[in-house]
């Protein structure tokens, strides 16, 4: 029963979440300005680090947290250096 | 796999299968947000809902699945959640106010100009005084 409960609410929630990646894809891929494309990257990272622990979930492991970690610490970073690449690139221009 | 859930109450599934699908359910509908919304200034409001219930709802479920099934309190997924928390609102500010400045020396007029927000921002009224100066 609970297994069931288990899987099936995973399941449905990684759907939701490839769903989400897809959407913020298509606005990447439309954005019409370079900023768009960057707030569609840190939402890409934010949901496949979500997607990286409902694998977590499903297989009972720990390990998936320290890749989400991971993840969430170095896409900070890449979207702060890409925020201010934005800036002193219009700076020096 | 099917050892450790086996050995979950139903309770704690249930708990488990809400969490993390009000979790993924918003992320889905900020990112259908973020593709609908029409200009970059409301676009930049709608991942703010994955990043903070979206992530809330998915580690509050991991949460409970790791700390009924070990019978340990597991509560490091608390760190990522705080740690997202903490640095989305720095991230949104940078983009908001690079689009603005860029948006500004394009001068598009979908924007106010410097003097509406004038004393908010040093950086941007020491750039201001150096074009006029430079113009001069």
């Known amino acids: 029963m609970s297994t069931t409960i288990i899987s099936v609410s995973v399941q449905i929630a990684q759907l939701m979440l490839v769903l989400a990646m897809a959407i913020v894809l298509i606005r990447i891929i ?3 300005r370079a900023q768009d494309r960057i707030i569609g990257l840190d939402t890409l990272y934010v949901n496949a680090m979500l997607l990286l622990v409902t694998f977590g979930i499903s297989s009972g492991r720990m390990i998936y947290f320290e890749a989400a970690l991971v993840v969430s610490m170095l896409g900070f ?4 250096a890409l925020a201010k690449f934005l800036m002193r690139g219009e700076v020096i221009e | 796999m099917n ?7 139903v309770w704690a599934a249930v708990l488990v299968a809400c969490f993390l699908l009000l979790g993924a359910s918003l992320c889905l509908i900020g990112a259908v947000g973020f593709l609908r919304l029409p200009t970059f200034y409301e676009r930049i409001h709608a991942p703010t809902l994955t990043t903070s219930w979206g992530i809330g709802g998915v580690m509050i ?3 409970i699945f790791f700390s009924v099934s070990t019978g340990k309190d597991v509560v490091h997924e608390i760190l990522i959640g705080l740690f997202v928390t903490i640095t989305t609102p720095v991230t949104f500010m940078l983009l908001a106010r ?17 003097g509406a927000d004038r004393g908010t ?6 750039q201001e ?3 006029t100066i430079d113009a001069q």
């Open chain 1, 30 to 32: 439309l954005g019409p």
């Open chain 2, 61 to 63: 479920a991991s949460m």
């Open chain 2, 3 to 9: 050892q450790v859930v086996a050995e979950l109450p």
């Open chain 1, 77 to 80: 970073v890449s979207t702060l």
């Open chain 2, 121 to 126: 921002d040093p950086r941007s009224r020491t």
């Open chain 2, 129 to 131: 005084r150096d074009t």
């Open chain 2, 98 to 114: 690079a689009a603005l400045y860029r948006d500004r020396t394009e001068q598009t007029g979908t924007v106010p100009d410097k």
